[in-house]
């Protein structure tokens, strides 16, 4: 009887000390769950060419080495869905093409999952070519859909997010700061959470919210200005996560959009469908606004800070106290313990808020949790815990720019050697 390999990888024979092929009637060991034929090692590894059938019904014709599929090989994981191309260690790694009946996707895989470049052929007629992470589209690329509806741009987590150009198949085109990764926003009183993106159509910008989220391209419902402000120019807008904040000409702030923790600043928490005007700013002239995952920052004409919504990470340059949200637009009272400053520019990441001053400092507070706020440490407030890093404010000197994003942990500073 051949010897069984220590790894559950198949019988050899031996012949004057050499492995020999092992016919497949003759390696049944039933506790590894598999049928093999092919060759085997001295040590009945199985290596090189073989054929390998698992008790679940899948078949895998390729290459072996110690005991595990690796080079080239086909793998027939049921009916209609079959991998082939490379594998190393017993995973998909490498060039090959995925095959199911609904999706086919070619590219590099590493450790059994689509990374890096690739393409998406969809059974409908559709195709993505573009950036994948974790078997979904990540990064950059293009989707075109059956009717020949082509988006071009940035994708998060298998998502529209980002900016990026949008083509319809009967001719309409949108250029827009996609956030479809907000349908996975499951909070608030809604039925769907909004979509919200800033488009530019024939010269002309428009504040759009789309309905269908169940279309891979929803058509995108322009939000009106609520009258008499109708005749007003749009100067700014802002995208959290499901909620929108924009700036009439001359200084007044309107926000739509998930209200669970106060985010539009309009002194409660009921989520709103349309524009609806912040009446705690009227008469500041709001000049500049910026959103947060769940929360909303303005800056205003006396260069004073404004802030409301969520405030579990001092985003809102408060502190926490007895509640992690605020409903209504405060002034970020932590900033009045540093030397006197002009703001002029102001940005929001995900927890986190931006302050850009005109003697070049750059003021970060909230989360810091990846580092993202990082600098120059201010002494905490008396009336603050010693004990929560994301009290402190955080001052980087030399700064001309700043960028954040509603769901970025990360903070770009320009500093003037940057920009000579």
């Known amino acids: 009887m051949a010897p069984k390999s220590k790894s559950g990888g198949g019988d050899a024979k031996k012949k004057n000390g050499k492995a020999t092929t092992v016919p497949e009637d003759e390696a049944r060991p039933a506790s590894a769950g598999y049928f093999f034929r092919g060759q085997c090692t001295a040590q009945g590894q199985r290596e090189g060419p073989g054929k390998e059938k698992l008790t679940s019904g899948a078949v895998y014709v390729g290459s072996f080495l110690n005991g595990l ?35 086919t996707l070619t590219g590099e895989w590493q450790a059994g999952q689509m990374q890096g470049p690739g393409q998406a052929t969809y059974a409908d007629g559709g195709a993505y070519v573009g950036d994948f992470l974790a078997n979904k589209r990540h990064g950059q690329g293009q989707q075109t859909e059956a009717d020949g509806s082509v988006y071009t741009g940035a994708w998060l987590d298998d ?60 058509w995108p419902r322009v939000l009106d200005i609520p009258r008499p402000l109708a005749a007003r120019q749009v ?31 309009l002194d409660d928490t009921l989520d709103r469908h349309t524009l609806v005007l912040v009446p705690s700013l009227e008469g500041l ?28 990470r ?16 405060a002034l970020c009272s932590q900033l009045d313990h540093l030397p006197p400053a002009t703001v ?61 994003g509603p769901d970025a942990w990360c903070t770009y500073l320009r500093s003037f050697s940057d920009s000579e």
């Open 344 to 404: 002029v520019a102001i940005a929001a990441g995900s927890s986190h808020t931006i302050a850009l001053t005109a003697e070049h400092t750059a003021i970060c507070w909230g989360d810091d949790s990846f580092g993202q706020c990082s600098g120059v440490v201010h002494e905490p407030l008396s009336d603050l815990s010693e004990t929560t890093p994301s009290t402190k404010l955080h001052v980087h000197e030399n700064v001309d720019a700043i960028a954040a």
């Open 235 to 265: 100067t700014h807008m802002a995208l959290g996560l499901a909620h929108v904040a924009v700036i009439l000409d001359p200084g007044t702030l309107l926000t739509a959009g998930l209200n669970h923790m106060g985010q539009l600043g």
């Open 69 to 103: 599929r690796h080079g080239q090989g086909t793998l027939v994981i049921r009916e209609g869905v079959v991998y082939k191309g490379a594998f190393a260690s017993g995973v998909f790694h490498g060039p090959g093409t995925l095959t199911s009946p609904t999706i």
């Open 285 to 312: 002239g709001v000049i500049a606004v910026a959103c947060g995952a769940w929360h909303t920052v303005t800056l205003s004409n006396d260069h004073d800070v404004y802030a409301a919504g969520r405030n579990h």
């Open 314 to 329: 001092a985003q809102l340059g408060r502190a926490p106290n007895d509640s992690t949200r605020s409903t209504t637009m």
């Open 159 to 218: 998502c529209r997010a980002g900016h990026g150009h949008q083509r319809w198949a009967w001719g309409l085109t949108y250029e827009a700061q996609h956030v479809e990764w907000s349908h996975k926003v499951r909070n608030g009183s809604l039925s769907k959470p909004f979509l919200f993106v800033e488009a530019h159509s024939h010269g002309q910008q428009r504040i759009c919210r789309a309905d269908d989220h169940d279309s891979p391209f929803p």
